[in-house]
T-cell receptor, first 112, second 107 residues
């Protein structure tokens, strides 16, 4: 019973392409998060959203934007992909202030 | 300053050994997660806990809220347990992650 689904497990894109990473949750969670994982740096927050059309920058928002038009879907957008955005991207969702939180399976993005 | 500290960073064990990975955190949390990531693979959530102990097969996770500490135990370790294990704490509005423990189980 998958609760947080990321649209792709593996993705290869060319430098300069516009890339969309999609995350969908079916639990009516308010919070949704996007992280990236890099060797030696661990998981770092890119953006999060606490409601539809609401977004907040995380620690490393540069080069990314997000969209949350519907409660269940949080999209991470790379306007012009660059090789330094090659990484593992992880989505998570949760209720505000609640213990329940879930992770997607991750998307390995390679920009060539 | 790291809000979540894991130890050890790397661990090599013989098949069959009992393994413990530790996680200490410095923030108030509403839940703690243990995640597993195989080389080149995605991330799997093993446990979500806010108190006490949970068991799933050979894996056991415990948390002590007062001491701000959690442990992940693997009994009768197997080479397929080789992976990176990540501790993540949830404060109610954001996550903090440990840098992970890389486990290698040798046959």
């Amino acid at each position: 019973d998958v609760k947080v689904t990321q649209s792709s497990r593996y993705l290869v894109k060319r430098t300069g392409e516009k890339v969309f990473l999609e995350c969908v949750q079916d639990m009516d969670h308010e919070n949704m998060f996007w992280y990236r994982q890099d060797p030696g740096l661990g998981l770092r927050l890119i953006y999060f959203s606490y409601d539809v059309k609401m977004k907040e920058k995380g620690d490393i928002p540069e080069g990314y934007s997000v969209s949350r038009e519907k409660k269940e879907r949080f999209s991470l957008i790379l306007e012009s992909a660059s090789t330094n955005q090659t990484s593992m991207y992880l989505c998570a969702s949760s209720f505000i202030g609640d213990t329940e939180a879930f992770f997607g399976q991750g998307t390995r993005l390679t920009v060539v | 300053k790291n809000e979540v500290e894991q130890s050890p960073q790397n661990l090599t064990a013989q098949e069959g050994e009992f393994i413990t990975i530790n996680c200490s955190y410095s923030v108030g949390i509403s839940a703690l997660h243990w995640l597993q990531q195989h080389p080149g693979g995605g991330i799997v959530s093993l446990f979500m806990l806010s108190s006490g102990k949970k068991k799933h097969g050979r894996l056991i996770a415990t948390i002590n809220i007062q001491e701000k500490h959690s442990s992940l135990h693997i009994t009768a370790s197997h080479p397929r347990d080789s992976a990176v294990y990540i501790c993540a704490v949830y404060t109610g509005n954001q996550f903090y992650f440990g840098t992970g423990t890389s486990l290698t189980v040798i046959p």
